[in-house]
């Protein structure tokens, strides 16, 4: 199905997630290698100032309990 077709579902979305616990280089790369490692997750961006980190991915691969188990299983806590 095409993406018109199909509402576009498949197209990438974005979702900014506020994470407690990251406070350094080595808590970023850890959360992005957790992010980068799931199906669908084509960008990860964190921002250690605000504790944010931008989840760039295809809806139908993945979604927000992927990315929170993800991010605790790393040992961090999604607010």
Same mark, same amino acid.
């Given at each position: 199905? *095409?993406? +018109? %077709?199909?509402?576009?579902?498949?197209?990438?979305?974005?979702?900014?997630?506020k =994470?407690?616990?990251?406070? *350094?280089? +080595? %808590?970023?790369q850890?959360?992005i290698?957790a992010?980068?490692?799931?199906?669908? =997750?084509?960008?990860?961006?964190?921002?250690l100032?605000?504790?944010?980190?931008?989840?760039?991915?295809?809806?139908?691969?993945?979604?927000?309990?992927?990315?929170?188990?993800?991010?605790?299983?790393?040992g961090?806590?999604?607010?």
């Amino acid at each position: 199905m *095409c993406s +018109h %077709c199909s509402g576009g579902i498949d197209q990438p979305r974005e979702l900014t997630l506020k =994470v407690a616990g990251m406070s *350094c280089q +080595h %808590c970023q790369q850890a959360v992005i290698k957790a992010l980068m490692g799931l199906d669908g =997750v084509q960008d990860v961006q964190v921002d250690l100032k605000e504790g944010l980190v931008k989840v760039v991915y295809n809806p139908i691969e993945a979604g927000l309990p992927d990315f929170k188990e993800a991010i605790e299983d790393a040992g961090y806590e999604v607010l």
